[in-house]
């Protein structure tokens, strides 16, 4: 079976640093790619980030480029976003998510974590 759990969200002042954690289980991070998404009260869940199963390939949602990095550790089976210069329009429940290979379309993710919490506020 695989299993996401997202970890590391919580309260942060604008202009902070968080780093979300996606540990994986049931599969190999060389098979999958990772995406991070979110969504946000009363908003539509959004891309955030992808890595590839290679590791080679990233991508960004504009509002977060320059200052979001997706990362991953194949020994310890965990993907890392690491968020710095944090606004409020950042706060959402992020999620983590597998698909197959490829950074796609959001219908190719197969496996979803439950989410964790971010909150930008002074």
């Known amino acids: 079976q695989l299993q996401l759990v997202e970890s590391g969200g919580g309260l942060v002042q604008p202009g902070g640093s968080l780093r979300l954690s996606c540990a994986v289980s049931?599969?190999?991070?060389?098979?999958?790619?990772i995406g991070w998404f979110r969504q946000a009260p009363g908003k539509e869940r959004e891309g955030v980030s992808c890595i590839s199963s290679s590791g080679d390939y990233t991508n960004y949602e504009d509002s977060v480029k320059g200052r979001f990095t997706i990362s991953r550790d194949i020994a310890k089976n965990t993907v890392y976003l690491q968020m710095n210069s944090l606004k409020p329009e950042d706060t959402a429940v992020y999620y983590c998510?597998?698909?197959?290979?490829?950074?796609?379309?959001?219908?190719?993710?197969?496996?979803w974590g439950q989410g964790t919490q971010v909150t930008v506020s002074s």
């Open positions: 998510a597998a698909a197959l290979l490829l950074c796609g379309k959001p219908d190719d993710f197969l496996s």
């Open positions: 049931g599969f190999t991070l060389n098979y999958y790619a």
